[in-house]
Protein backbone atom coordinates (compact mmCIF):
# COMPACT_ATOMS: atom_id res chain seq x y z
CA UNK A 1 0.00 0.00 0.00
CA UNK A 2 1.24 3.42 -1.01
CA UNK A 3 1.43 6.49 1.23
CA UNK A 4 -1.23 8.09 -0.72
CA UNK A 5 -3.62 5.43 -0.21
CA UNK A 6 -3.20 6.05 3.42
CA UNK A 7 -3.57 9.74 3.79
CA UNK A 8 -5.86 11.25 0.77
CA UNK A 9 -4.98 14.24 1.11
CA UNK A 10 -1.45 14.05 -0.43
CA UNK A 11 -3.19 13.16 -3.88
CA UNK A 12 -4.82 16.61 -4.21
CA UNK A 13 -2.02 18.68 -5.15
CA UNK A 14 1.20 16.93 -4.63
CA UNK A 15 3.46 19.97 -5.69
CA UNK A 16 2.75 22.13 -2.90
CA UNK A 17 4.48 19.29 -0.40
CA UNK A 18 8.00 19.21 0.63
CA UNK A 19 9.53 15.82 2.02
CA UNK A 20 11.64 16.65 4.98
CA UNK A 21 13.51 12.84 5.46
CA UNK A 22 14.60 13.95 9.60
CA UNK A 23 18.07 12.54 10.14
CA UNK A 24 20.76 13.73 12.86
CA UNK A 25 24.00 15.03 11.44
CA UNK A 26 25.99 12.89 13.74
CA UNK A 27 23.49 10.28 15.57
CA UNK A 28 20.61 9.58 13.27
CA UNK A 29 18.29 9.33 15.55
CA UNK A 30 18.36 12.42 16.67
CA UNK A 31 15.30 13.61 15.36
CA UNK A 32 13.69 10.64 17.03
CA UNK A 33 14.82 11.54 20.38
CA UNK A 34 13.13 15.05 19.57
CA UNK A 35 9.95 13.24 18.67
CA UNK A 36 9.50 10.94 21.49
CA UNK A 37 10.02 13.90 23.84
CA UNK A 38 7.39 16.12 22.25
CA UNK A 39 9.96 18.15 20.62
CA UNK A 40 10.19 17.06 17.22
CA UNK A 41 8.24 20.15 15.30
CA UNK A 42 11.08 22.36 17.18
CA UNK A 43 13.24 20.45 16.17
CA UNK A 44 12.30 20.66 12.36
CA UNK A 45 12.01 24.38 12.68
CA UNK A 46 15.18 25.20 13.00
CA UNK A 47 16.90 25.11 9.54
CA UNK A 48 20.75 26.42 8.33
CA UNK A 49 19.11 27.26 4.90
CA UNK A 50 15.36 27.66 3.40
CA UNK A 51 14.65 24.33 3.27
CA UNK A 52 11.03 24.63 3.58
CA UNK A 53 10.25 26.76 0.02
CA UNK A 54 6.30 24.86 -1.11
CA UNK A 55 3.23 25.19 1.25
CA UNK A 56 3.70 22.00 2.94
CA UNK A 57 5.86 19.55 4.61
CA UNK A 58 5.41 16.08 4.56
CA UNK A 59 7.97 15.04 7.59
CA UNK A 60 9.79 11.41 7.73
CA UNK A 61 12.11 10.46 10.69
CA UNK A 62 14.87 8.13 9.74
CA UNK A 63 13.90 5.09 12.09
CA UNK A 64 15.93 1.79 10.70
CA UNK A 65 17.64 1.45 7.65
CA UNK A 66 15.47 2.12 4.39
CA UNK A 67 12.57 2.88 7.40
CA UNK A 68 11.27 6.17 8.24
CA UNK A 69 8.71 6.92 10.55
CA UNK A 70 5.22 9.41 9.85
CA UNK A 71 5.98 12.67 11.81
CA UNK A 72 3.00 14.57 9.95
CA UNK A 73 1.43 17.00 7.76
CA UNK A 74 2.27 20.38 8.32
CA UNK A 75 1.68 24.12 6.86
CA UNK A 76 4.54 26.14 6.42
CA UNK A 77 3.58 29.64 7.95
CA UNK A 78 6.91 31.48 6.96
CA UNK A 79 10.18 31.81 9.28
CA UNK A 80 12.35 34.59 10.53
CA UNK A 81 16.30 34.69 9.82
CA UNK A 82 18.73 35.40 12.95
CA UNK A 83 22.49 34.35 12.98
CA UNK A 84 22.47 32.64 9.50
CA UNK A 85 19.73 30.17 10.63
CA UNK A 86 16.19 30.10 9.52
CA UNK A 87 13.41 29.50 11.94
CA UNK A 88 10.25 27.87 10.41
CA UNK A 89 6.69 29.06 11.91
CA UNK A 90 4.65 25.51 11.24
CA UNK A 91 1.76 24.27 12.29
CA UNK A 92 0.46 20.83 12.27
CA UNK A 93 -2.06 19.69 10.05
CA UNK A 94 -5.04 17.42 10.79
CA UNK A 95 -4.73 15.03 7.72
CA UNK A 96 -2.92 11.59 8.68
CA UNK A 97 -2.61 12.81 12.50
CA UNK A 98 -3.72 9.35 13.51
CA UNK A 99 -0.60 8.14 12.12
CA UNK A 100 1.64 10.10 13.16
CA UNK A 101 4.40 7.93 15.24
CA UNK A 102 2.78 5.19 14.40
CA UNK A 103 3.49 5.00 10.49
CA UNK A 104 6.75 3.53 9.51
CA UNK A 105 7.48 4.05 5.55
CA UNK A 106 9.54 1.64 3.32
CA UNK A 107 11.83 3.93 1.48
CA UNK A 108 15.68 3.31 0.23
CA UNK A 109 17.21 6.78 -0.07
CA UNK A 110 20.33 6.44 -1.76
CA UNK A 111 20.87 10.38 -2.35
CA UNK A 112 21.91 12.46 0.56
CA UNK A 113 19.19 15.52 -0.23
CA UNK A 114 17.12 15.56 2.98
CA UNK A 115 14.52 17.75 1.22
CA UNK A 116 12.89 16.77 -2.09
CA UNK A 117 9.63 17.08 -4.16
CA UNK A 118 7.25 15.30 -2.89
CA UNK A 119 5.54 14.52 -6.76
CA UNK A 120 9.09 12.71 -7.47
CA UNK A 121 9.33 10.16 -5.45
CA UNK A 122 5.06 9.84 -4.14
CA UNK A 123 4.68 6.36 -5.98
CA UNK A 124 8.01 4.84 -3.63
CA UNK A 125 6.40 5.66 0.20
CA UNK A 126 5.43 1.93 0.70
CA UNK A 127 3.46 0.70 4.07
CA UNK A 128 6.06 -1.15 5.89
CA UNK A 129 4.01 -1.49 9.25
CA UNK A 130 1.50 0.42 11.42
CA UNK A 131 1.99 0.45 15.23
CA UNK A 132 -0.66 -0.52 17.80
CA UNK A 133 0.31 2.48 20.14
CA UNK A 134 2.51 5.53 19.08
CA UNK A 135 6.08 5.14 18.95
CA UNK A 136 8.16 5.37 22.69
CA UNK A 137 11.24 3.88 22.52
CA UNK A 138 13.89 4.02 19.84
CA UNK A 139 15.37 1.15 18.49
CA UNK A 140 18.44 -0.38 19.95
CA UNK A 141 20.89 2.46 19.00
CA UNK A 142 24.51 0.28 19.30
CA UNK A 143 26.15 -1.23 22.67
CA UNK A 144 28.69 2.06 22.57
CA UNK A 145 25.49 4.49 22.63
CA UNK A 146 23.37 2.88 25.40
CA UNK A 147 22.95 5.41 27.90
CA UNK A 148 19.73 5.09 29.42
CA UNK A 149 17.47 6.27 33.05
CA UNK A 150 15.73 3.86 34.95
CA UNK A 151 11.99 4.69 33.40
CA UNK A 152 13.34 4.49 29.92
CA UNK A 153 14.99 0.83 30.61
CA UNK A 154 11.38 0.44 32.55
CA UNK A 155 9.65 0.86 29.27
CA UNK A 156 12.07 -1.11 27.42
CA UNK A 157 11.74 -3.99 29.59
CA UNK A 158 8.20 -4.13 29.77
CA UNK A 159 7.33 -3.88 26.33
CA UNK A 160 9.89 -6.24 25.58
CA UNK A 161 11.00 -4.39 22.80
CA UNK A 162 12.27 -7.14 20.24
CA UNK A 163 15.34 -4.49 19.14
CA UNK A 164 16.42 -4.01 22.45
CA UNK A 165 16.15 -8.09 23.84
CA UNK A 166 17.86 -9.23 20.90
CA UNK A 167 20.70 -7.35 21.11
CA UNK A 168 21.11 -7.43 25.52
CA UNK A 169 20.62 -11.00 25.28
CA UNK A 170 23.21 -11.61 22.89
CA UNK A 171 26.10 -10.51 24.23
CA UNK A 172 27.83 -11.19 27.74
CA UNK A 173 29.45 -7.83 30.00
CA UNK A 174 30.13 -5.10 31.92
CA UNK A 175 27.55 -2.56 32.73
CA UNK A 176 27.79 0.98 34.72
CA UNK A 177 25.16 2.44 36.88
CA UNK A 178 25.30 5.87 37.71
CA UNK A 179 23.63 8.25 40.06
CA UNK A 180 22.72 10.84 38.77
CA UNK A 181 22.17 13.15 41.80
CA UNK A 182 25.47 12.46 42.75
CA UNK A 183 28.01 11.02 40.17
CA UNK A 184 28.48 7.58 41.71
CA UNK A 185 29.16 4.33 39.83
CA UNK A 186 28.37 1.05 40.13
CA UNK A 187 29.84 -1.82 38.15
CA UNK A 188 28.35 -5.16 37.43
CA UNK A 189 29.02 -7.96 34.99
CA UNK A 190 26.07 -9.89 32.81
CA UNK A 191 26.25 -13.86 31.76
CA UNK A 192 24.33 -16.55 31.66
CA UNK A 193 21.17 -17.27 28.85
CA UNK A 194 19.91 -13.58 28.63
CA UNK A 195 22.58 -11.89 29.87
CA UNK A 196 22.17 -8.30 29.84
CA UNK A 197 18.38 -8.54 28.99
CA UNK A 198 18.15 -10.75 32.11
CA UNK A 199 20.22 -8.78 34.41
CA UNK A 200 18.97 -5.71 33.73
CA UNK A 201 15.73 -6.60 34.23
CA UNK A 202 16.25 -7.79 38.06
CA UNK A 203 17.19 -3.60 38.42
CA UNK A 204 13.63 -3.24 37.38
CA UNK A 205 11.56 -4.79 39.95
CA UNK A 206 13.36 -3.02 42.71
CA UNK A 207 15.97 -0.61 41.39
CA UNK A 208 19.02 -2.12 43.02
CA UNK A 209 18.81 -5.60 41.62
CA UNK A 210 20.36 -6.83 45.17
CA UNK A 211 23.39 -4.95 45.35
CA UNK A 212 23.53 -3.62 49.52
CA UNK A 213 24.59 0.11 48.72
CA UNK A 214 22.01 0.54 46.11
CA UNK A 215 19.66 -1.02 48.33
CA UNK A 216 20.38 1.13 51.23
CA UNK A 217 20.52 5.03 49.18
CA UNK A 218 16.55 3.50 48.20
CA UNK A 219 15.58 2.32 51.25
CA UNK A 220 16.56 5.37 52.87
CA UNK A 221 15.06 7.80 49.87
CA UNK A 222 12.12 6.32 48.84
CA UNK A 223 11.35 4.13 45.73
CA UNK A 224 10.88 6.97 43.54
CA UNK A 225 14.85 7.34 43.75
CA UNK A 226 15.64 4.77 41.50
CA UNK A 227 14.19 7.20 38.85
CA UNK A 228 18.26 8.67 39.35
CA UNK A 229 19.47 5.78 38.09
CA UNK A 230 21.46 5.05 34.35
CA UNK A 231 22.73 2.34 32.65
CA UNK A 232 25.32 2.41 30.15
CA UNK A 233 27.79 -0.47 28.80
CA UNK A 234 31.37 -0.44 29.39
CA UNK A 235 32.35 -3.43 27.56
CA UNK A 236 30.43 -6.62 25.56
CA UNK A 237 31.62 -10.21 25.18
CA UNK A 238 30.37 -12.88 23.16
CA UNK A 239 28.01 -15.45 24.55
CA UNK A 240 30.84 -17.83 24.06
CA UNK A 241 33.39 -16.23 26.70
CA UNK A 242 34.33 -17.88 29.61
CA UNK A 243 32.56 -16.53 32.73
CA UNK A 244 35.68 -16.20 34.95
CA UNK A 245 36.68 -14.01 32.42
CA UNK A 246 33.96 -11.54 32.58
CA UNK A 247 34.22 -11.10 36.12
CA UNK A 248 37.87 -10.71 35.77
CA UNK A 249 36.86 -7.30 33.44
CA UNK A 250 34.36 -6.73 35.60
CA UNK A 251 37.34 -6.40 38.78
CA UNK A 252 39.25 -4.13 35.95
CA UNK A 253 36.60 -1.80 35.76
CA UNK A 254 35.90 -1.11 39.31
CA UNK A 255 39.92 -0.56 39.88
CA UNK A 256 39.80 2.12 36.88
CA UNK A 257 36.68 4.09 38.03
CA UNK A 258 37.37 3.74 41.72
CA UNK A 259 34.26 2.73 42.26
CA UNK A 260 35.01 0.65 45.84
CA UNK A 261 36.36 3.55 47.21
CA UNK A 262 34.13 6.66 46.12
CA UNK A 263 30.81 4.24 44.58
CA UNK A 264 28.32 1.52 45.35
CA UNK A 265 30.50 -1.62 44.94
CA UNK A 266 31.19 -3.14 48.03
CA UNK A 267 33.95 -5.99 46.81
Do not use: C
Not at 132 to 139: E, G, M, N, R, V
Not at 200 to 226: A, F, P, Q, V
Amino acid sequence: MNILDLIPVLKIGQNNYKVHFAIGPSDKHEPLYAFINNKFEEWQSDQSRKNFERRFILSLIYYNSNEWLFAGLFEQLGFTEKDGRYYYKTRLMNDGVELIGRLIISYEKKYRASYVLFENFSNDFILSEIFKDKISIIPFPGYENVNVDYNYLKTIIERNDKSWYSALKSVKGIYLITDATNGKHYVGSAYGDDALWQRWSEYIINGHGGNKKLKKIISENGNEYKKNLWFSILEIATKKSDDTEIIRREQYWKNILLTREFGYNDN
